[in-house]
């Protein structure tokens, strides 16, 4: 029990830790004409939304690995902290195509039912690299682990972040 316990901590650590690093402003929202999500910038119900989220990937290598930090703003550009493992921070942005579909995929409705409290998520290996996506709908936790099934639409999250940034899906 001693060992879920200090993964919880560590995982709680590491979401306080990316909320710190990510200010106070509301998490997902970029400015005041984001709160009209059903209407474009020029107001016209129906027309593309306005609304840009950031995300979170926090990753931690077993129980007392180093944590690896991805921040990515609404505009698309991030910051990577320690992400591969190396002690380095790089930043970039993400291709427009690749922003769009960050974002449309940050606004699926289906995102909400993928966190860890809706499944109910409890970390199971040990030793695997877990990664932790901070979104609005919630945190949403993944391993590294044979057998685990990551949920749908942060899979497809998961792997635009990390193969547009030094962010890694597996242990190296």
Same mark, same amino acid.
């Given at each position: 029990?001693?060992?879920?316990?200090?993964?919880?901590?560590?995982?709680?650590?590491?979401?306080?830790?990316?909320?710190?690093?990510?200010?106070?402003?509301?998490?997902?929202?970029?400015?005041?004409?984001?709160?009209?999500?059903?209407?474009?910038?020029?107001?016209?119900?129906?027309?593309?939304?306005?609304?840009?989220?950031?995300? #979170? +990937? $926090?990753?931690?290598? !077993?129980?007392?690995?180093?944590?690896?930090?991805?921040?990515? %703003?609404?505009?698309?550009?991030? *910051?990577?902290?320690?992400?591969?493992?190396?002690?380095?921070?790089?930043?970039?942005?993400?291709?427009?195509?690749?922003?769009?579909?960050?974002?449309?995929?940050?606004?699926?409705?289906?995102?909400?039912?993928?966190?860890?409290?809706?499944?109910?998520?409890?970390?199971?290996?040990?030793?695997?690299?877990?990664? #932790? +996506? $901070?979104?609005?709908? !919630?945190?949403?936790?993944?391993?590294?682990?044979?057998?685990? %099934?990551?949920?749908?639409?942060? *899979?497809?999250?998961?792997?635009?972040?990390?193969?547009?940034?030094?962010?890694?899906?597996?242990?190296?």
């Amino acid at each position: 029990m001693a060992l879920s316990w200090s993964r919880f901590a560590s995982l709680s650590a590491a979401t306080l830790l990316a909320v710190t690093l990510n200010g106070c402003a509301p998490f997902g929202q970029q400015d005041e004409a984001a709160a009209r999500p059903d209407t474009s910038d020029d107001g016209r119900p129906g027309a593309a939304p306005t609304t840009r989220y950031r995300v #979170s +990937l $926090l990753q931690n290598e !077993g129980t007392d690995g180093p944590l690896r930090t991805l921040n990515v %703003e609404p505009d698309g550009r991030w *910051e990577c902290v320690d992400c591969a493992g190396d002690g380095v921070t790089s930043t970039g942005s993400l291709s427009e195509e690749n922003h769009g579909r960050l974002q449309s995929l940050l606004a699926d409705p289906a995102l909400a039912k993928e966190t860890d409290e809706a499944r109910g998520y409890k970390i199971t290996c040990v030793g695997a690299l877990t990664s #932790s +996506l $901070l979104t609005t709908a !919630g945190l949403i936790s993944s391993q590294d682990c044979p057998g685990e %099934e990551r949920p749908p639409v942060a *899979e497809q999250i998961l792997l635009l972040l990390t193969q547009n940034t030094p962010a890694e899906l597996t242990l190296s």
